[in-house]
């Protein structure tokens, strides 16, 4: 079964704690990507990789930052956690196909920055 | 200005009815898609229906379709026969350049729409 799993599911942490929100996909995609969802504001692209050692910045990336070392995991890594990233996070991974590329998304991080 | 607009932040929908869920886009590339996701209570991500800019018919899934309307600007989510379990947020999104450029993956969401089924 097509999966992209996001650990943890929730957390809550203090400020200034370092902490890793891991994302693996079992479809062997090349792209992933890592949104927040904040309310009134939808859903915003913090960052993404195209392959192994690739990643770039998306529009929100400020205070994130990834790592692609092998295809399938795709962490998220907040080196000094602040109360304004309280969001909920989504890791998705795209397959391309015939008539479009479509995204699959993990099922979400709730995380509580105090 | 707002690449995706969702005007309507909450709706009431007697079960059985057809709701429409509007989204307007707004771009200067001639190569889109549009995608709409559910996100019930539980929190996941659900694809429903994805419309291309270049596609000649509305795109149509299930009880799912897609008004679209390119010279408007307008990508409207229609669900006949509407069901309890429809009640969730709504999203409307957009991948800018062809799918064929296997570059940036990045979707562009709306605010959402959180839809409301009365039994």
């Known amino acids: 079964e097509a999966q992209v799993t996001q650990n943890p599911r929730y957390l809550i942490t203090v400020t200034g704690k370092k902490l890793t929100v891991t994302c693996s996909q079992n479809m062997n995609h090349e792209y992933m990507s890592w949104y927040r969802q904040d309310p009134g504001l939808g859903l915003r692209q913090i960052y993404y990789s195209m392959n192994v050692e690739v990643t770039d910045k998306g529009d929100v990336p400020e205070g994130y930052k990834v790592s692609r070392k092998e295809k399938r995991n795709f962490p998220l890594i907040l080196e000094s956690p602040s109360p304004n990233q309280t969001s909920l996070y989504f890791c998705?991974?795209?397959?391309?196909?015939?008539?479009?590329?479509?995204?699959?998304f993990g099922p979400g991080t709730r995380l509580t920055v105090l | 200005a707002q690449k995706i607009t969702q005007t309507q932040p909450g709706m009431f929908v007697q079960e059985k009815e057809a709701v429409t869920l509007d989204c307007t886009y707004d771009?200067?590339?001639?190569?889109?898609?549009l995608f709409w996701y559910k996100q019930p209570s539980s929190g996941e991500m659900i694809f429903l229906i994805y419309q291309g800019s270049y596609d000649q018919q509305n795109a149509t899934e299930g009880r799912y379709s897609l008004n679209f309307q390119k010279a408007r600007k307008s990508a409207n989510l229609v669900i006949s026969a509407s069901q309890l379990g429809d009640s969730a947020m709504y999203f409307c999104a957009m991948r800018e350049g062809r799918e064929s450029n296997f570059g940036n993956e990045k979707l562009t969401f709306g605010t959402g729409t959180r839809l409301t089924i009365i039994p």
């Open positions: 998705a991974s795209t397959v391309p196909g015939l008539a479009y590329n479509e995204q699959f």
């Open positions: 771009t200067s590339d001639p190569s889109y898609g």
